[in-house]
C-alpha cells in the first residue's frame, strides 16, 4: 500500500502547489485592505511619494457618506459618495489590484469633484469594506461596475454618469463598457489598463523570472478550482468591441507594471469615439502625478465630447 501513499501524498503537493499559484494574485487576505498609506516600494513611486501622500491626506479628510449595496453573487459592496452639487454629473471610480479607493484616486477624485462632479469611490470586491476574498482581475468585477450603475442611475434619475478605473478598475470599467449598461452611463475614462486577464498574468510572471508556459496553467488552475472562475473568460479587447459609449484611454509611457502596447490593442478594438492620450516618462498610473495639467486637458476635452462641461457648477 506504500505507493497509494506516495500518490496520496504527490496529489497533496500538486494542490498545495496550485493554491499557492491561486493565492498569490487572487486572495486578498482582510488584515490587508485598508492601508491607504501603501503605496508601492518601486523607484518610482517612492519619487511621487511626497505628492501621492498629499492627495491622500487631502481625500482623507472630506467629509462622505458610505454607501452599501449587493453584487449579483450576493457580495456585499461599499463605497463613498462625495457630494459636491445637487444634480451634478456623477463619476463612479474603481481602483487597482489590491490598491485602495483613496491611494488610486487621490488625484482622480479630486480633478472629478473640481469639475463639479458627485463622486462614488468603490471598494472593489476583496478591497476595503467591500465582501469577499478573491480578486478576478476585472471578470467579476465588471458586472459589480453594472451594479453600481444601476444605484447611481436609481439615486440620481437623469443625471449623467460616467465611469473611471485605474489598473485592474480600468480594465474593469472597460469590460463592463461591453454591458448593458443604463442609458445614463455616458462614457468610460481608463487610466492603465491591461488588454486581459491572462496578458498581464504572463507578464507579471516572466518579471518574476518564472516561465509563463509552466507557471500560468498553474495559476489559471488555481483560479477555477479555488475562485470558481475562468481567467481566459474574456479580454477587455473582446468586451470593449460592443462598446457603444466614448472611451478615453490614459497611459504612462514608462509603466513598468502595465505595458503601454496594451492600452493601444484596446484602443484598436474600440468601435466606439475614442481618445487616447500617453504621457511620456509616467509611470504605472502616475499619469495624473506626473502631468496635472496635462491630464485635467484631456479629461476636459473627452468631457467636452461628452457634453459635460462644468456648466457653472460650484468647484471643489
Known amino acids: ?99 485602495s479607493a483613496i491611494r488610486d484616486f487621490c488625484g482622480g477624485d479630486k480633478l472629478a469633484r473640481q469639475r463639479g462632479m458627485n463622486t462614488l469611490l468603490v471598494d472593489q470586491r476583496a478591497h476595503g469594506k467591500s465582501g469577499g476574498r478573491t480578486i478576478t482581475f476585472g471578470l467579476r468585477e465588471r458586472f459589480d461596475c453594472l451594479a453600481w450603475c444601476r444605484y447611481a442611475a436609481e439615486r440620481f434619475p437623469g443625471v449623467p454618469i460616467t465611469l473611471a478605473g485605474v489598473s485592474m478598475g480600468a480594465t474593469t470599467v472597460l469590460m463592463a463598457a461591453g454591458l448593458d449598461l443604463p442609458e445614463q452611463v455616458r462614457g468610460v475614462i481608463a487610466d492603465s489598463p491591461y488588454s486581459s486577464p491572462v496578458d498581464i498574468i504572463k507578464k507579471v510572471c516572466g518579471d518574476a523570472h518564472l516561465p509563463p508556459k509552466l507557471v500560468y496553467p498553474l495559476i489559471r488552475l488555481g483560479a477555477r478550482l479555488f475562485g470558481g472562475f475562468d481567467l481566459a473568460e474574456t479580454t477587455a479587447a473582446r468586451e470593449i468591441k460592443k462598446a457603444r459609449i466614448p472611451i478615453l484611454i490614459i497611459h504612462g509611457e514608462d509603466d513598468r507594471f502595465v505595458p503601454c502596447d496594451m492600452s493601444r490593442e484596446i484602443f484598436d478594438a474600440c468601435p466606439a469615439r475614442k481618445m487616447r492620450v500617453t504621457f511620456p516618462g509616467a509611470g504605472h498610473g502616475l499619469s495624473y502625478i506626473a502631468d496635472p495639467e496635462g491630464y485635467r486637458r484631456a479629461v476636459a476635452q473627452f468631457l467636452g465630447m461628452l457634453d459635460l462641461e462644468p456648466n457653472g457648477l460650484p468647484q471643489a
Open 1 to 99: 500500500m506504500v505507493w497509494i501513499a506516495w500518490i496520496a501524498g504527490a496529489a497533496a503537493l500538486c494542490l498545495g502547489m496550485i493554491y499557492i499559484c491561486y493565492r498569490i494574485p487572487f486572495y486578498n487576505p482582510l488584515p490587508h485592505r485598508e492601508d491607504i498609506y501603501d503605496i508601492p516600494s518601486g523607484e518610482q513611486y517612492q519619487t511621487d511619494r511626497p505628492k501621492m501622500e498629499a492627495l491622500i491626506r487631502e481625500l482623507e479628510v472630506i467629509p462622505c457618506q458610505p454607501v452599501r449595496i449587493t453584487a449579483f453573487d450576493g457580495t456585499p459592496l461599499a463605497a463613498r459618495y462625495y457630494h459636491v452639487a445637487d444634480g451634478a454629473p456623477v463619476q463612479i471610480e474603481f481602483h487597482g489590484w489590491r490598491g
